[in-house]
């Protein structure tokens, strides 16, 4: 990342003689000022606080669509597991519940960061392909036609943009909880879609 590299280039050049100090600035005589890096390092803090708050939504959409249809929740966190940014464990199974449940379940992730971003339900939003990867196992399990996965899709997307606008309390309470513990266990998630607090904007 640039803020690192101008970080060590600033000290290096300290102890660089002067001469070769301006060999190595010459080229383009940028050197960041202090300003300049405190603004990068800045922007950079905001950025990793946007990538946490984007993964907390996310996978509080899938919490709170998978408490509405009473599934039990194993665990919800923000850290990256190595497959996604991101887990929200269900002890119920989208590949035996309901179809349509799992679906609205497995699409309420993309679902919420597309409220949030005040746009309609993007399947290819980056972050969902895992997502999208098991609602295609379960249509193939099923052997749902394609015509019929269209109809599915189209159907349970608004379904739980529905059912996350309605809960959308219950989505910031809990994007919040996790920006602040950043993993909850099945019944400290519960405690809090019982009683959302509302968060302060
Ligand atoms: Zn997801």
Same mark, same amino acid.
């Given at each position: 990342?640039?803020?690192?590299?101008?970080?060590?280039?600033?000290?290096?050049?300290?102890?660089?003689?002067?001469?070769?100090?301006?060999?190595?600035?010459?080229?383009?005589?940028?050197?960041?000022?202090?300003?300049?890096?405190?603004?990068?390092? =800045?922007?950079?803090?905001? %950025? /990793?606080? @946007?990538?946490?708050?984007?993964?907390?939504?996310?996978?509080?959409?899938? !919490? #709170?669509?998978?408490?509405?249809?009473?599934?039990?929740?194993?665990?919800?966190?923000?850290?990256?597991?190595?497959?996604?940014?991101?887990?929200?464990?269900?002890?119920?199974?989208?590949?035996?519940?309901?179809?349509?449940?799992?679906?609205?379940?497995?699409?309420?992730?993309?679902?919420?960061?597309?409220?949030?971003?005040?746009?309609?339900?993007?399947?290819?939003?980056?972050?969902? =392909?895992?997502?999208?990867? %098991? /609602?295609? @196992?379960?249509?193939?399990?099923?052997?749902?036609?394609?015509?019929?996965? !269209? #109809?599915?899709?189209?159907?349970?997307?608004?379904?739980?943009?529905?059912?996350?606008?309605?809960?959308?309390?219950?989505?910031?309470?809990?994007?919040?909880?996790?920006?602040?513990?950043?993993?909850?266990?099945?019944?400290?998630?519960?405690?809090?879609?019982?009683?959302?607090?509302?968060?302060?904007?």
């Amino acid at each position: 990342m640039d803020v690192s590299s101008n970080a060590v280039q600033l000290e290096d050049s300290r102890i660089l003689p002067l001469t070769e100090y301006q060999a190595v600035t010459a080229p383009d005589s940028q050197t960041p000022t202090t300003d300049q890096l405190e603004c990068d390092i =800045e922007r950079a803090a905001d %950025q /990793i606080g @946007e990538m946490d708050r984007q993964v907390a939504l996310h996978e509080a959409g899938h !919490a #709170v669509a998978a408490y509405e249809f009473e599934w039990e929740i194993g665990q919800v966190s923000i850290d990256a597991d190595g497959e996604s940014d991101g887990t929200a464990r269900m002890k119920s199974a989208a590949a035996t519940s309901d179809l349509g449940h799992a679906v609205q379940v497995l699409l309420a992730g993309i679902a919420a960061q597309c409220i949030d971003a005040g746009c309609a339900i993007d399947l290819s939003r980056r972050g969902g =392909e895992q997502d999208m990867r %098991q /609602i295609a @196992e379960r249509f193939a399990k099923d052997g749902t036609s394609p015509d019929d996965r !269209a #109809v599915t899709l189209r159907d349970q997307g608004h379904a739980v943009e529905q059912l996350l606008q309605r809960n959308w309390t219950k989505v910031q309470a809990l994007m919040t909880k996790l920006l602040a513990k950043r993993t909850l266990s099945g019944p400290e998630t519960v405690a809090i879609l019982k009683a959302p607090a509302v968060p302060r904007q």
